[in-house]
């Protein structure tokens, strides 16, 4: 055989047993645990842009410093529920925690939380169910800064400006929104229970399964 040719798949057989230790070190590095305890049911969790973690639990929420646990339990000036469903970072910082009876926001420079619920009388409030529940599935922010929620009941756009709601609701199939999603052409992915994507354009509100 030409010696040239023994000599090239010396070296590619010389560059697939390299590639092959590289990739078996990769995943032979040990990976530690740590266990966190909380002594409560955890629902959700995100990270915020300073670091911080934040727990959603069926005990209240709760931030996470690396070290040590605070707890924000329900209360006139806290978290609207204890039950927490989901969790949000907007683009401004602010936290909104979702519960099944509305939607309670953090702010983190002012320490304070405002809090969103359904009121029969203002078209402009949050939506709700039979039973007068809002239960707060999944929140996502599109490029302009309006805030979107799923609930079991619909879908609600938050206005920053105007501090209001405007509901979505009886345009779907089921009312019953689970996640949302915005994708880089503004387009809003909107999944419920009956397992169909629908897509909304932020802009004209225009719906399309």
Request: glycine letters at 8%.
């Amino acid at each position: 055989m030409n010696k040239k040719v023994i000599t090239f798949f010396l070296l590619v057989l010389l560059l697939i047993t390299s590639s092959l230790k590289i990739t078996y070190a990769k995943f032979t590095d040990p990976i530690s645990f740590i266990k966190i305890e909380t002594d409560a049911l955890i629902n959700t969790f995100i990270q915020d842009k300073d670091g911080f973690f934040w727990i959603g639990s069926v005990n209240g929420l709760y931030k996470y410093d690396g070290y040590t646990f605070k707890q924000y339990e329900a209360g006139p000036d806290s978290i609207v529920n204890c039950y927490v469903t989901s969790l949000f970072e907007d683009s401004e910082g602010l936290i909104w925690i979702g519960t099944p009876t509305g939607v309670s926001v953090y702010n983190k420079k002012t320490d304070t939380f405002t809090t969103f619920v359904h009121d029969p009388g203002d078209p402009g409030s949050l939506s709700n169910n039979n039973i007068n529940d809002t239960k707060i599935q999944s929140i996502h922010e599109d490029i302009n800064g309006m805030i979107w929620i799923g609930t079991e009941n619909g879908l609600n756009k938050f206005n920053k400006t105007t501090q209001s709601f405007t509901r979505y609701q009886d345009i779907f199939v089921d009312n019953d929104i689970w996640s949302i999603y915005v994708d880089k052409n503004q387009f809003l992915w909107i999944g419920s229970v009956n397992g169909l994507p629908w897509r909304l354009y932020s802009k004209n509100t225009r719906l399309k399964q």
